[in-house]
């Protein structure tokens, strides 16, 4: 969502039911784990089957940084940790080596409204 939006998202039993092949890797951090975040490979695009809050079950889909980042919470409600995730051989990074060195998600390409951002990157339809 765009920053500043007042929407929030609601995603009452979700399940991701399918992703892209195509993934990136992007460095994540977690409350979980405040003092070490993890450079991990999730898809570009998720759907994910889903109620809202009137009961409606819905299929949204996600893209870029919102696909990343609804990921992260889903597999959380399976007892998965980022740190899970990481690729063999790969460690967590301790924090103290990513300060001053972090930059946002980067996807290459331009939003709906123009920036360089998806803050905003889901569409989702009545099932």
């Not at 977690?30 to 998720?46: A, E, K, N, Q």
């Not at 290459?108 to 905003?120: A, E, K, L, Y």
Request: charge should be negative; proline fraction near 9%.
């Amino acid at each position: 969502m765009p920053p500043g939006s007042t929407d929030s998202l609601v995603l009452l039993n979700p399940t991701i039911i399918d992703s892209s092949v195509e993934t990136d890797e992007q460095y994540e951090g977690c409350m979980s784990f405040f003092d070490v975040r993890c450079r991990i490979p999730r898809p570009l695009t998720i759907h994910v089957e889903h109620f809202d809050l009137d009961g409606t079950p819905r299929v949204t889909v996600f893209d870029h940084g919102m696909a990343r980042l609804v990921s992260h919470e889903i597999v959380h409600l399976k007892g998965i940790l980022c740190c899970d995730l990481l690729p063999p051989g790969r460690q967590p990074t301790p924090v103290d080596q990513c300060r001053g060195t972090g930059s946002n998600w980067q996807y290459g390409w331009t939003g709906s409204d123009g920036s360089d951002n998806d803050h905003d990157s889901r569409r989702n339809a009545p099932v």
